[in-house]
Nanobody, 121 residues
Framework: QVQVVESGGGLVQAGGSLRLSCVAS????????IGWYRQVHRGQRELVAT???????NHPDSVKGRFTISRDNAENTVYLQMNSLKPEDTAVYYC???????????????WGEGTQVTVSS
């Protein structure tokens, strides 16, 4: 059974940093591309970072230069380093194992349950 578990969320002040971790079990992380998403309650789940199986990363403008996705395949773990956090970054952050399809579109396969990040002003 594939399990995806996020951790590392919490309450931080604006300008602070957090590092989220996503540990996969029941599968081999190296075969997947990984996406980090975030969701405000009842809002759209927004993709904030991706990393391909080959290590290529992408970040949208909303987090570019502040968030960095990385992976440690030996530990079956993917990370999201978040620096210079802003109140608008407050959300539940989800890790997803998936793949890139034609055109570089990320397609999800397995979701974690999320970890709450709250950034105070």
């Amino acid at each position: 059974q594939v399990q995806v578990v996020e951790s590392g969320g919490g309450l931080v002040q604006a300008g602070g940093s957090l590092r989220l971790s996503c540990v996969a079990s029941g599968t081999t992380l190296s075969i997947y591309a990984i996406g980090w998403y975030r969701q405000v309650h009842r809002g759209q789940r927004e993709l904030v970072a991706t990393i391909s199986s080959g290590g290529r990363t992408n970040h949208p403008d909303s987090v570019k230069g502040r968030f960095t996705i990385s992976r440690d395949n030996a530990e079956n773990t993917v990370y999201l380093q978040m620096n210079s956090l802003k109140p608008e970054d407050t959300a539940v952050y989800y890790c997803n194992l998936g793949s890139f399809e034609r055109g570089g579109i990320f397609r999800s396969a397995y979701w974690g349950e999320g970890t709450q990040v709250t950034v105070s002003s």
